[in-house]
């Protein structure tokens, strides 16, 4: 099971007693919102694309839209989703229990720069029912991740100072 998988990579990190799993459905940002007793916007969707063939993570705020423009500047290439039938394969979890946590050899973790708003996030950690709150060094260092990107936009209606770049 995936959720194993992320338990097994979040005690190699010395974090797995903090993993929360709910009774309730944590699939979605709003559904793991409720289930943590957070803002939406401090969930910290991971986002799966194909890359030139190759499986990408993006980790960002829930509140957070991938820019086209940028994800192209970014990676050379336009941002296309991983099919969701073909997500689990790809990475290792299925959907609505992706998270940067366990996954499958060759896949790059980047985490976007929306999470930057935020000291504590919270990521899925392998199932539709878990997550785990982390500071963002933490999540950066347990994430294992290739770097920070800036491929997002924030919605028009975010408080002022808080556009990104």
Same mark, same amino acid.
């Given at each position: ?5 992320? @338990?097994?990579?979040? #005690? @190699?990190?010395?974090?797995? =007693?903090?993993?929360?799993?709910? !009774?309730?459905?944590?699939? !979605? ?5 409720? #289930?943590?007793? !957070? ?6 969707? !991971? ?19 991938? $820019?086209? @423009? @940028? ?5 050379? #290439? ?34 976007? $720069? ?16 878990? #997550? ?5 060094? =933490? ?6 991740? $290739? ?12 408080p002022p100072g808080e556009a990104l770049p």
């Amino acid at each position: 099971m995936a959720i194993e998988r992320a @338990r097994a990579h979040l #005690a @190699r990190h010395g974090v797995a =007693e903090r993993l929360i799993e709910t !009774t309730e459905s944590s699939a !979605t940002v709003e559904l793991a919102a409720l #289930a943590v007793g !957070t803002e939406p916007r401090r969930i910290a969707k !991971t986002l799966s694309f194909d890359v030139a063939g190759d499986p990408v993570l993006v980790v960002a705020a829930g509140d957070a839209k991938v $820019d086209n @423009r @940028r994800f192209r500047d970014q990676f050379g #290439a336009k941002a296309r989703m991983i099919p969701a039938a073909e997500v689990e394969d790809a990475v290792g979890h299925a959907v609505g229990g992706v998270c940067p946590f366990g996954v499958n050899d060759g896949v790059r973790v980047y985490l976007d $720069d929306s999470l930057r708003r935020f000291d504590t996030v919270f990521p899925a950690a392998g199932s539709g029912n878990s #997550a785990i709150e982390l500071g963002l060094e =933490e999540l950066e260092r347990i994430a294992e991740a $290739d770097g920070w990107v800036c491929v997002t936009v924030l919605p028009a209606a975010a408080p002022p100072g808080e556009a990104l770049p």
